[in-house]
């Protein structure tokens, strides 16, 4: 689903009024389905007769509110409608409102008015149509009482299209602003709706059609941000043919752990294996055998030379490089050490494999020194930096990097031809000569703990095993680990899931995207 900037949706509505349709009945179709969902999701207001108060700017968001509170009135809602700061000077609001007034609804003013304060105080939902995708912050003493009275207030708050006080294309939050129950994001979704951390200020967010063509908003050509529904979920995940064999899912190459990290290799292993992955090796040293061997015991086991540091020793590079070429997708990196000997074993996969690869952790830092050899690879990469490493990457300070994440990951799949997946907590997704970027909008805080990303490069790994082209696994691999983290949280909590608890809840996500 693509994600749209302020002014790409402006675009898009103005291709479909070149189409024939007006602006005014954008507004009026906005507002009929906004007023749609309020009925579905609020229907017992219209029995008790509890107050829905509109408030409205007086801008076109504050338009889309007058046709709200008319549709809301006409169903039999008891409705009011207070103007935030005064009468609407958008023209085609200008005629939403009279056409309010013609329905009997008298707007009041916030400001000395006791019943617009009254209004606010005792709605049951009070429908945030204040400012819309266009809102610049600013401070205003006005603007920040209008926003402390609807949060104070106990009703359940619904924003059109954007809780006004957060800026459309960003996930900042620059000040006071609206907190939303619900937002209804008009004809698409915007940035704001998925980064964070703004988007946890949108609540619930529901998306409603207001008539402009699939076409339309599908050529938009500019940069754009989509987000992996569950429906396209399922369309990307692997199905299972009833004559298939192990051999058909797939052979999974994890290089993994090291004597002090063993827990990286049984993570990766183990998420592979639940994801569907026919046949999964664990490639590790062998200093670390008697810690990673008992608990893998539905992997094949790949013990190679170690050094000192009970971490891969060159010698182990060679068998390393056959078994890759006997394999469907390589993981590399997870827990395997930073020393001379791993940053060999790493440059050698990257300038020899043919196989498509994942480089997370410590083969990320690897790379590091040496990351023009991206330049040369024989197949698709994957790389899995968190902004730490992402930084080491790029010699880019971890600030700068999250001020900028979703250029900085487009940037650098560009440059270096692959596939960038930057965690942390709005993960985006960017491939190489692709104008769009995928931000995940699953998981939670609870993640962020060690073996989390092990657990995703696992994922990934079985993914691409499986066939699936590779920013299609990245994006996919994203959503799943996220939603196993969800799966957990609701299970156990925030605080104290585990890896290895996420793990144990994939069954449960799998079967989602299976049926």
């Known amino acids: 689903m693509k994600v749209l900037t302020s002014s790409q949706m402006f675009s898009a509505e103005q291709a479909q009024v070149n189409r024939g349709m007006s602006f005014t009945r954008l507004m009026e179709n906005a507002g009929s389905a906004c007023a749609r969902e309020i009925r579905e999701r609020f229907a017992s207001l219209e029995q008790s007769r509890g107050l829905v108060c509109v408030l409205c700017g007086k801008g076109k968001n504050g338009g889309d509110g007058f046709v709200i509170a008319r549709k809301l009135a006409l169903a039999g809602f008891n409705v009011a409608v207070v103007e935030a700061f005064g009468e609407p000077t958008a023209e085609d609001s200008i005629l939403m409102r009279e056409k309010a007034v013609e329905t009997g609804l008298v707007p009041e003013f916030f400001w000395g008015e006791e019943n617009a304060k009254n209004s606010i105080e005792s709605a049951a939902v009070i429908v945030d149509a204040v400012f819309g995708t266009g809102y610049k912050y600013r401070e205003d003493e006005r603007v920040r009482a209008v926003f402390e009275a609807v949060n104070a207030s106990p009703a359940k708050v619904v924003s059109i299209d954007v809780p006004s006080g957060l800026e459309s294309n960003n996930g900042d939050v620059p000040g006071s602003c609206i907190k939303a129950d619900i937002t209804i994001a008009v004809s698409c979704m915007k940035p704001v709706h998925i980064l964070k951390p703004a988007c946890v200020l949108c609540g619930e967010i529901i998306t409603v059609a207001i008539g402009i063509d699939d076409d339309i908003i599908d050529g938009i050509e500019d940069d754009t941000l989509a987000v992996l529904t569950p429906a396209q979920a399922k369309k990307i995940f692997p199905r299972r043919d009833l004559m298939a064999n192990k051999g058909t899912f797939g052979r999974a190459l994890s290089i993994c752990g090291s004597r002090n990290m063993q827990g990286a290799a049984v993570l990766a292993a183990s998420s592979a294996l639940r994801c569907g992955a026919g046949l999964v090796t664990a490639a590790f040293p062998d200093a670390a055998y008697n810690a990673i061997a008992p608990k893998l015991t539905e992997s094949l086991l790949l013990p190679l030379p170690s050094n000192e540091a009970g971490t891969f020793s060159s010698g182990a590079i060679p068998a390393l490089l056959e078994q890759a070429e006997k394999s469907s997708a390589v993981l590399v990196g997870c827990g395997l050490g930073l020393n001379l000997h791993t940053k060999e074993l790493v440059s050698a996969l990257v300038q020899n494999c043919t196989k498509p690869m994942i480089i997370d952790a410590d083969g990320i830092n690897a790379l590091a020194a040496n990351i023009d050899i991206l330049k040369n690879i024989k197949a698709p990469v994957i790389l899995t930096p968190h902004p730490g490493e992402m930084s080491r990457l790029t010699g880019m300070s971890?600030?700068?990097?999250?001020?900028?994440?979703?250029?900085?990951?487009?940037?650098?799949a560009d440059e270096y031809g692959v596939v960038l997946l930057l965690k942390g907590a709005s993960t985006v997704i960017a491939g190489a000569g692709r104008r769009d970027a995928y931000i995940n909008v699953t998981g939670?805080?609870?993640?962020?703990?060690?073996?989390?990303?092990?657990?995703?490069?696992?994922?990934?790994?079985?993914?691409?095993?499986?066939?699936?082209?590779?920013l299609d696994a990245a994006?996919?691999?994203?959503?799943?680990?996220?939603?196993?983290?969800?799966?957990?949280?609701?299970?156990?909590?925030?605080?104290?899931?585990?890896?290895?608890?996420?793990?144990?809840?994939?069954?449960?996500?799998l079967r989602t995207l299976e049926g």
């Open 475 to 509: 994006v996919l691999g994203a959503y799943i680990h996220g939603a196993a983290g969800d799966a957990a949280a609701r299970e156990l909590s925030l605080s104290s899931m585990l890896a290895s608890d996420c793990i144990a809840a994939l069954p449960r996500v």
């Open 444 to 470: 939670n805080q609870g993640m962020a703990k060690g073996g989390s990303g092990d657990m995703l490069s696992g994922i990934i790994l079985a993914l691409l095993a499986q066939g699936v082209y590779p």
């Open 398 to 412: 971890i600030a700068d990097i999250e001020r900028d994440r979703v250029n900085v990951a487009r940037r650098f």
